[in-house]
């Protein structure tokens, strides 16, 4: 963990540690020229970066603050919007009890140091959109951000929200030039949720003895598998021999899980849901921040693993102190590895359309 560095590195103004600032056992080399005086940080807490100010930035800030998880800097082009959204959730600490800085920015130098970056800078959809149609813009916002990472937080872990999610996380990566065990993407979490959810509604029992897993890419070809979600340990395949529910109730349940997000924009209009999809970024970051070695589904670099190569896809993985520790190489069925292979093509796509636009990345 790095945050006695990220610390140092705004303990005071850096002018006044000429050559190098010193923090967790290691140099940290000269400041960086950016680095100008700021406010004093002095208490020994994480610090979390969040890029994007908006809904779910601002459920992430609130998120964080709550559960302790350490001082937030909200950073958004969008003039008054973090300052604000910091000082109204500050505001909140004194009733909630929790103690948190919240800092709102538009200064990339405020993030230096932080432990943890979460990305939701960008556009979300809105009716009749498909997450895809976001691509173009998005990706120019990725490559701001990106170079904001690279050079303000290079020791970050990164979970990048930005739809659409598997094809902008491998943008961020290649923009920010980050280790890919440090770069990865929130969706699997969230489309686990749901299936979650939806199964604990259909068979009437408490979510916590739920268990699911989606695959893929966080996109109409999403994969949630049936054979490796259970309720009390019971895999979906066993309960419906048991009678608990009929395979056309389960069909319908993994269709609706498909179309999670599509079904919140539908009612919401303006934009895309935001209170499910923060809490599971803060879940990962939590994973990462405590060491907890969570076996979560993400978007992470497969090299080798589930037969990828160079590939940023939803798949099983390890999250500790080191990042994503490691890819969870499990076996597929022959049908769920066709539905597998036709996501990650639809994910190849995106990230061929992504060098498309921007020959930096070919
Ligand atoms: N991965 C997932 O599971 C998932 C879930 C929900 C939403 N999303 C995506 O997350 C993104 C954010 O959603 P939201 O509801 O918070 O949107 P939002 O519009 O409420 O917030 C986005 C914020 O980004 C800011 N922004 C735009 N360009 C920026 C830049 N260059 N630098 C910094 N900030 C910039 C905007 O000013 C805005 O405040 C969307 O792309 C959405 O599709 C992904
Ligand atoms: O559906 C969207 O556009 C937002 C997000 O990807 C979601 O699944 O909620």
Avoid at 167 to 175: D, E, H, N, T
Avoid at 232 to 243: A, F, K, N, Q, R
Avoid at 290 to 306: H, I, N, S, T, V
Wanted: charged fraction near 20%; glycine fraction near 12%; aromatic fraction near 6%.
């Amino acid at each position: 963990m790095s945050f006695a560095a990220g610390q140092f590195a705004h303990v005071q103004p850096c002018a006044a540690l000429p050559l190098a600032c010193m923090g967790a056992g290691k140099w940290l080399g000269t400041a960086p020229k950016s680095t100008k005086f700021r406010e004093t940080h002095t208490m020994a807490r994480p610090k979390i970066a969040l890029i994007g100010a908006g809904q779910i930035g601002g459920t992430l800030a609130h998120l964080a603050a709550m559960k302790e998880l350490g001082d937030v800097v909200l950073f958004d082009i969008a003039e008054g919007t973090p300052e604000g959204k910091a000082l109204d959730i500050a505001e909140s600490g004194p009733s909630e009890g929790f103690d948190a800085a919240l800092k709102g920015t538009q200064d990339y130098a405020d993030i230096a140091g932080a432990d943890v970056c979460i990305v939701t800078a960008g556009v979300p959809r809105k009716p009749g959109m498909s997450r895809d149609d976001l691509l173009g813009i998005n990706l120019k916002v990725m490559k701001s951000v990106g170079e904001g990472i690279r050079d303000n937080c290079p020791d970050a872990f990164v979970i990048c929200i930005t739809n659409p999610l598997d094809a902008m996380v491998w943008a961020l990566q290649q923009f920010s030039g980050l280790p890919t065990n440090k770069v990865c993407g929130m969706a699997g979490v969230l489309d686990s949720a749901r299936f979650r959810h939806f199964l604990s509604v259909e068979f009437n029992v408490s979510m916590k003895d739920v268990t699911a897993f989606v695959l893929g890419g966080h996109g109409d070809t999403m994969v949630p598998s049936v054979r490796y979600s259970t309720v009390g340990g019971i895999p979906l395949p066993d309960l419906v021999e048991m009678g608990w529910t009929t395979q056309e109730k389960l069909d319908a349940i993994v269709q609706r899980t498909r179309d999670g997000g599509a079904e919140i924009v539908g009612l919401l209009k303006t934009g895309s849901a935001y209170y499910a999809p923060a809490t599971s970024a803060i879940e990962m970051a939590e994973a990462f921040l405590k060491d907890q070695k969570r076996l979560l589904p993400c978007a992470a670099y497969c090299d080798g693993e589930l037969g990828l190569k160079d590939t940023y896809v939803g798949v099983p993985t390890i999250i500790g102190a080191g990042g994503v520790e490691k890819v969870v190489d499990i076996k597929l069925s022959k049908e769920e590895q066709a539905m597998f292979d036709s996501s990650v093509a639809a994910v190849k796509g995106l990230v061929e359309a992504c060098k498309g636009i921007d020959p930096s990345l070919a």
